[in-house]
């Protein structure tokens, strides 16, 4: 009998249901007496807890349950992602949070950073101080703050973290890069091969599988199967999505956008920000190696933040981009500041429609994105 393939259909539900699913994967890597480490963001060097041994894991959430409670503790006008993270944290209904052995975050925007000290209270937690240029002086501060990091895993941990060990970390992490381009990179087709809304659920499931070597064979499969698929049948106007993170907001700004469009590109984090670069493997130094790669990292606590610019500039002309959407969380400052400049860039310098929208996790704003949205890509 010959090997059983999964309809393309069903890879794409299992990724979006991966999320849920994997916190059974967790809980047996619990029992096991495997380490797990939480991350809120896209500077975290996952190679470090990796060559540790620990499997790394989003703590972002991404559901405005949790808000309310979050809300007696925090201000309410803090971004949506800072509130249900600390939220669902707070009241133990994150079994990630739950069963991270220590959490990790960065010194990135000032929200996130004063939250850290409320989650302190009631979880292990280790804060990179993030500088905010990218500088040769904050290159070797970054770089020092990596060395921190990895003798706070050993110590957590009772382990050594030896150069061998991460870079085979280092390779194994490129080799899920390489394979999250790879498919993602299917979507410059025109039109593309799969709906905007399908490529999102496969990039946001993909960081919760924890079987990496799996994963990059199964999204490299899924793009050689796609490309021999081919395009959808109508050609319709190309988004590019960028700004805040999205994944408590995608559902509705995609199925707004998706009335009348493909939404082909995801610049945000969770897309080709947090992908599209890979560390350099045969550096001599692999701790600076690494210290650059993620302090390129082109987000808005970045000043100034060229990093974003050159690669919006290229994703626009990679995907024949018609139109581009930038999706701010409320009350997000950096992001919010920033879009001026983003749109002065897309608007003038390139000649392409932009607009900004401001959302939060909350439905109440579905029907009114969807006419703004609406008209935006009726008239590309
Ligand atoms: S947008 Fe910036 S702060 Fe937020 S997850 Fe991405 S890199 Fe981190
Ligand atoms: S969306 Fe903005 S305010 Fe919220 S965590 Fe990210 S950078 Fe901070």
Redesign the pocket.
């Known amino acids: 009998m010959g090997e059983y393939i999964k309809e393309l259909p069903d890879v794409f539900s299992e990724f979006s249901e991966q999320r849920r699913q994997s916190f059974l994967t967790a809980m047996e890597y619990k029992k096991q007496g495997k380490p797990l480490v939480g991350a809120f963001c896209t500077y975290l060097p996952m190679e470090l807890p990796l060559a540790a041994g620990a499997s790394v894991v989003s703590l972002c959430s991404v559901s405005d349950e949790t808000i309310p409670a979050a809300e007696q503790d925090l201000p309410r006008n ?2 949506p ?2 509130k249900a993270s600390y939220g669902f944290a707070k009241t133990d209904k994150c079994p990630y949070f739950y069963f991270s052995d220590l959490v990790i975050g960065e010194t ?2 000032d ?2 950073k004063k939250m850290y000290e409320f989650l302190s209270q009631f979880k292990p937690i280790h804060v990179m101080e993030l500088p905010h240029t990218q500088s040769e002086q904050a290159l070797q501060l970054w770089k020092s703050e990596l060395y921190r990091l990895k003798a706070a895993l050993e110590e957590r941990f009772h382990t050594e973290i030896t150069e061998e060990k991460l870079r085979a970390a280092v390779r194994l992490r490129n080799q899920v890069r390489r394979s999250m381009i790879e498919f993602y990179d299917t979507m410059q087709m025109d039109p593309p091969p799969m709906s905007g809304m399908d490529c999102y659920n496969v990039l946001n499931g993909a960081p919760f599988r924890f079987d990496l070597e799996n994963l990059a064979k199964e999204l490299t499969e899924l793009a050689a199967r796609l490309r021999e698929r081919g395009s959808l049948p109508e050609r319709k106007p190309r988004i590019l999505l960028t700004g ?2 999205i994944g408590g907001v995608y559902k509705k700004v995609i199925s707004a956008l998706e009335q009348s469009a493909y939404v082909v590109a995801f610049e945000n984090c969770g897309g080709a920000k947090a992908t599209h670069e890979l560390v350099d493997e045969d550096a001599d130094d692999i701790y600076e190696a690494l210290a650059r790669r993620y302090l390129n990292i082109g ?3 970045m000043t100034p933040n060229p990093n974003r610019m050159t690669l919006l500039r290229k994703m626009i002309e990679d995907y024949k981009i018609d139109g581009v959407v930038e999706v701010v ?1 409320q ?5 919010s500041v920033e879009s001026g400049l983003i749109r002065q860039m897309v608007t003038k310098d390139l000649g392409v429609p932009y607009i900004s929208i401001e959302t939060d996790y909350s439905m109440a704003d579905t029907a009114q994105l969807q006419t703004r949205l609406g008209a935006f890509t009726e008239m590309l």
């Open positions: 803090l971004c992602l800072i990135t925007c929200g996130k805040c993170p987000c808005s606590c969380l009350t997000c400052l950096t992001y």
